[in-house]
């Protein structure tokens, strides 16, 4: 069981820091004096650079506020009571210099308002509160399946953090979180990486970096940074049947943060690729069934008809032994490592087929289970609706013939950031067909536009759609 940084309790104690601090305690009685003076120097000099580095990070993070609308539990005696304002708050690292901020997904969903508070003095002047300013933001697009969203401010000329290599990671090495546990503005913890790349579901291509480093509610879009004070991770959930102060954190990895944001700020959306191939790890006993002459990396168990991989000769049974010179020690380290490749690379993977080795370049293909990727061109920056926050199409007789409807006519979604909340029956998701503004009947993606875009600030707004043959309203008010 799972649950996000956003569940947990109070912050646990610096823990390589206490050891560092046993140790050169443990040794000053039997040292001498300048041995001792040499020890508090070293320990001295590990401060600073410490609080140096926490500096240089902080212009960087900022906290994220956001505001929904949900209904009210319990008895309610007087039907304008029957809607309540809930405010929350997360964390988020400015990762453009042009307003663009990384945050979770979870952190903004379902939020009306967003507001993003960045820091404008961390000089430390001041020991109880940093000078900051408060900015408006708006969701450029959000990943679902990595619970990464993507934020920006109307600002220029912000301080961004440099994004690292998430593979140069190693158990033991010392990291940083960063954000704003249970609203405790501006704070820090230290720790250590547990694991680089922890798989928390056996069929997810995602993975973790794991830390010991205290992830609380709030710190959930904040930064995980390395002793280079480098992008190495967004602090996403900890794993839950252990005490909130024990409980591990893990971490998005950079690398997969850093080709999600890409594509969003790119094109508002992730396309995600495949080469058609589904690998099993190598087993003694697999390995004696099949006669394959090693009994450890990764077989292809299928290769999809008519995809990358097999237009470019690879066959089930073939040992990947590489992948771009990468060894591939089981399945699951080629499916993780072809997860973040962009449509339209080319990989190379050297495979055992026999007792013959050979090379195959292989081109990645667009995955072909998104409704997006069956909606909307290449480039689908023209679908977008910034007020809705949603891509989206113009439905045609080839759209509605894959989608259950009643109404034949409208606009479907593709998908969509949560921008618009409806207090009862959440906000849009991909596959709604939207049949009407306020009545107005929408037949197209500009009347839906001008519909939208024609409302005032403060204006009540019912969308009436069509969700899995069944028709509904959803009612908001437009910001």
Same mark, same amino acid.
């Given at each position: ?274 080469? %058609?191939?589904? *690998?099993? $790890?190598?087993? &003694?006993? @697999? !390995? /004696?069934? =099949? ?5 450890? #990396?990764? +077989? ?88 809705? %926050?949603?891509? *989206?199409? $113009?439905?045609? &007789?080839? @759209? !509605? /013939?894959? =989608? ?5 006519? #409208?606009? +479907? ?67």
């Amino acid at each position: 069981m799972m649950r996000t940084s956003r569940q947990v309790g109070m912050n646990v104690l610096v823990a390589s820091v206490l050891r560092v601090a046993a140790v050169l305690l443990v040794c000053l009685p039997s040292a001498s004096a300048q041995e001792r003076a040499k020890e508090v120097r070293s320990l001295a000099e590990f401060d600073d650079s410490i609080e140096a580095l926490v500096r240089t990070v902080n212009p960087s993070v900022v906290q994220v506020f956001t505001t929904a609308l949900a209904p009210l539990s319990g008895v309610v005696t007087n039907q304008t009571d029957l809607i309540t304002t809930q405010r929350g708050s997360g964390s988020g690292v400015i990762v453009d210099p042009e307003g663009y901020i990384v945050t979770n997904a979870h952190v903004v969903r379902g939020a009306s308002r967003i507001r993003v508070e960045i820091p404008t003095d961390t000089g430390g002047k001041s020991l109880l509160a940093r000078r900051s300013r408060v900015a408006p933001a708006r969701v450029i697009g959000v990943d679902e399946e990595t619970d990464i969203a993507v934020l920006r401010v109307e600002e220029r000329g912000l301080a961004a953090l440099p994004f690292g290599d998430s593979d140069e990671l190693r158990s033991g090495q010392m990291v940083l979180a960063f954000g704003s546990p249970l609203g405790l503005q501006n704070s820090v913890s230290l720790g250590i990486v547990s694991a680089p790349a922890r798989q928390l579901e056996p069929e997810s291509p995602m993975v973790y970096i794991q830390t010991d480093a205290s992830i609380n509610q709030g710190n959930s879009g904040g930064p995980l940074v390395d002793a280079r004070g480098r992008l190495m991770g967004i602090n996403t959930l900890i794993l839950a049947g252990a005490a909130s102060t024990a409980a591990p954190g893990f971490a998005a990895p950079s690398n997969i943060v850093r080709a999600v944001f890409e594509q969003i700020r790119k094109t508002g959306r992730v396309r995600r690729g495949e080469i %058609g191939v589904r *690998a099993q $790890t190598v087993t &003694p006993i @697999l !390995a /004696a069934g =099949l006669g394959l002459k090693r009994d450890e #990396g990764a +077989v292809l168990a299928d290769v999809a008809p008519g995809s990358p991989a097999d237009r470019a000769g690879l066959s089930v049974g073939d040992l990947v032994l590489t992948l771009d010179g990468k060894p591939i020690e089981n399945g699951r380290q080629l499916h993780v490592n072809l997860y973040r490749r962009a449509v339209g690379d080319i990989v190379r993977l050297e495979v055992l087929r026999g007792d013959q080795p050979t090379s195959v370049n292989v081109s990645v293909s667009e995955r072909a289970d998104s409704l997006s990727a069956a909606i909307l061109p290449s480039d689908p920056r023209d679908n977008v609706v910034g007020r809705l %926050g949603i891509l *989206a199409a $113009t439905l045609d &007789p080839k @759209l !509605a /013939a894959l =989608l259950p409807l009643r109404a034949k006519a #409208g606009v +479907v979604v593709a998908s969509a950031s949560a921008t618009v909340l409806d207090s009862d029956n959440g906000g849009l998701q991909p596959g709604d067909v939207i049949h009407a503004v306020n009545g107005q009947w929408i037949s197209d993606l500009p009347a839906l536009r001008s519909a939208i875009d024609g409302a005032k600030p403060g204006t009540p707004v019912v969308l009436q759609i069509e969700r899995r043959g069944a028709l509904m309203y959803l009612a908001f008010t437009v910001e």
